[in-house]
């Protein structure tokens, strides 16, 4: 897939929530094309769709009606197999929470994506120990997430999402739990990956973390509210246009 290409295609996304006897409309007739290279910080208010929108692209939930593509392929009669193994080989995913799991080492847990695909890729451990270099952690591979600071934690996330090779990397507020000095480290890793032709998608509600993206999508009540371009991001001259 060359760059520019697109890789989520979302057309007229409804999601409705039912609570009790009210209708809640998390997404109101929402379209976009996310494309390849592409760094976009997704932001807007509590309740505005942010984590319903990331939900949707990253196949973890459904929409009530509209249609969905993940490089060209459609979602909509897809099962939950065929999901999960979709997720497995798309989608990267970066939480504020880390969502390590505690019983597995560094290794493994950059490893998880890989368990749930048919045909796993047979180089995946060499993968994960070169990823586990990049971020820094080639030396702790044994070690489990509670011997790990939060940075470090969050670098193991990094890992994890980028070893299947997605078409498109999450991050759900990926900087919320950490320290000023060790957020930076974390955004600086992501401006690489971006300049590297990476796909990021990152939602967060401070505007000094969404300045770093290229480009801001703002929502509102489950629709764009605004669409801007970042000086920050833009300046720091990296991946596809």
Known sequence: MSAGEPVADLRDITRVYRMGGHEVRALDGFSFTFKKGEYWSIMGSSGSGKS???????CIDRATSGSYRVRGQGIEDLDDDQLSELRSREIGFVFQSYNLIPQLDVLENILVPLFYQDDPPADGEERARMLAD??????????????LS?????????????VNDPAIVLADEATGNLDSKTALEILALFDELHAEGKTILLV???????????RTLRLRDGRIDEVSENRIGLASGGGAP
Do not use: F, Y
Not at 52 to 58: A, F, M, P, R
Not at 134 to 147: A, C, I, N, Q
Not at 150 to 162: C, K, W
Not at 206 to 213: H, L, M, S, Y
């Open 52 to 58: 319903t929108l990331l939900n949707l692209l990253g």
């Open 134 to 147: 990049r971020v820094g952690l080639g030396s702790r591979l044994t070690h489990k997430p509670m011997e």
């Open 150 to 162: 939060g940075g470090q934690q969050q670098r193991v996330a990094i890992a994890r999402a980028l």
């Open 204 to 214: 967060t509600h401070e505007p000094k973390v969404g300045d770093r993206a290229e």
